[in-house]
């Protein structure tokens, strides 16, 4: 299986003390360039570090390149109403043509209910209520009629190529969800093995769905310092099953995380 390897742009940090706020144009042109696959933009509206809006800089990584796969890694969809996201979905597939990934999550728990209670979504109904706007999307986006539960009819023009869906979340629950939904599954910081075992699980879910096992997206994983031995782990990564591998930002700067994947991508 070809691994595909991506970075994740300078929207924000993990760490509030020192946000990863960058040129969005200049590392996707730079991740283009230098053959990565893609570019991820993280999502949230309070976090734990300034963060900017995801849909308009994965607007301005298309805008600045040809090839690129621009991805949300991850939307955290029912933070805004379903058709909203929908039509921020087929705006991104249209001006980039068809290159979006929509990697979907619920939310880190760890940073709070704030920005669910700004937007004035509910935090504990979040997991099931991104259940049934999956359920919903597909059709959303591609134009068909869907009716709410008011029993209002709605259909999006202009319709737009639905793209592949990821789910996050290392849960049980995430990872039935992501069965149930989803082209793909993201996990963070997860080990080879760990891939190889989560694979299994997933194609046993997926047969209870009568799909194919979602292919697997790793997050931040733990490689190597040294470029040829980080090289020889994504082999490793390959081998279990892996799909994709996406780099953390660096503390020193999205410049040096770039830089890294770009030799990786050289070594390879």
């Given at each position: 299986?070809?691994?595909?390897?991506?970075a994740?742009?300078?929207t924000?940090?993990?760490?509030?003390?020192?946000?990863?706020?960058?040129?969005?144009?200049?590392?996707?042109?730079?991740a283009?360039?230098?053959?990565?696959?893609?570019?991820?933009?993280?999502d949230?509206?309070?976090?734990?570090?300034?963060?900017?809006?995801?849909?308009?800089?994965?607007?301005?990584?298309?805008?600045?390149?040809?090839?690129?796969?621009?991805?949300?890694?991850?939307?955290?969809?029912t933070?805004?109403p379903?058709?909203?996201?929908?039509k921020?979905i087929?705006?991104?597939?249209?001006v980039?043509?068809?290159?979006?990934?929509l990697?979907?999550?619920?939310?880190?728990?760890?940073?709070?209910?704030?920005?669910?209670?700004a937007?004035?979504?509910?935090?504990?109904?979040r997991?099931?209520?991104?259940?049934?706007a999956?359920?919903?999307?597909?059709?959303?986006v591609?134009?068909?009629?869907?009716?709410?539960a008011?029993?209002?009819?709605?259909?999006?023009?202009?319709?737009?190529?639905?793209?592949?869906?990821?789910?996050?979340?290392?849960?049980?629950?995430?990872?039935?969800?992501?069965?149930?939904?989803a082209?793909?599954?993201?996990?963070?910081?997860?080990?080879?093995?760990?891939?190889?075992?989560?694979g299994?699980?997933?194609?046993?879910?997926?047969?209870?769905?009568?799909?194919?096992?979602?292919?697997?997206?790793?997050?931040?994983?733990?490689?190597?310092?040294?470029?040829?031995?980080?090289?020889?782990?994504?082999?490793?990564?390959?081998?279990?099953?892996?799909?994709?591998?996406?780099?953390?930002?660096?503390?020193?700067?999205?410049?040096?995380?770039?830089?890294?994947?770009?030799?990786?991508?050289?070594?390879?």
């Amino acid at each position: 299986m070809t691994l595909h390897l991506g970075a994740i742009l300078p929207t924000s940090s993990p760490d509030p003390e020192h946000p990863i706020l960058g040129d969005i144009r200049a590392a996707a042109r730079f991740a283009e360039q230098a053959g990565l696959e893609s570019v991820w933009s993280t999502d949230h509206l309070v976090a734990s570090a300034p963060i900017l809006d995801s849909t308009v800089a994965l607007a301005t990584a298309a805008a600045a390149t040809d090839r690129l796969r621009i991805g949300y890694g991850v939307l955290l969809l029912t933070l805004r109403p379903v058709a909203w996201a929908a039509k921020q979905i087929g705006a991104l597939q249209y001006v980039s043509e068809n290159r979006l990934l929509l990697g979907v999550g619920t939310g880190n728990p760890a940073h709070g209910d704030l920005g669910w209670r700004a937007a004035g979504a509910s935090f504990a109904d979040r997991g099931q209520n991104t259940d049934e706007a999956l359920r919903v999307l597909p059709d959303l986006v591609a134009g068909k009629p869907v009716t709410f539960a008011d029993g209002a009819e709605f259909t999006l023009a202009p319709s737009a190529a639905m793209p592949p869906i990821l789910v996050a979340g290392d849960g049980p629950r995430a990872r039935r969800r992501a069965a149930e939904f989803a082209d793909g599954w993201i996990t963070i910081g997860a080990s080879p093995a760990d891939v190889a075992a989560a694979g299994r699980e997933l194609s046993t879910l997926a047969e209870t769905f009568g799909r194919n096992a979602p292919a697997i997206t790793v997050v931040a994983p733990p490689l190597a310092a040294a470029p040829r031995q980080a090289a020889d782990q994504l082999g490793e990564y390959a081998a279990s099953g892996a799909e994709r591998v996406i780099l953390a930002p660096s503390p020193a700067g999205w410049e040096a995380s770039y830089e890294f994947a770009a030799e990786l991508q050289r070594l390879r």
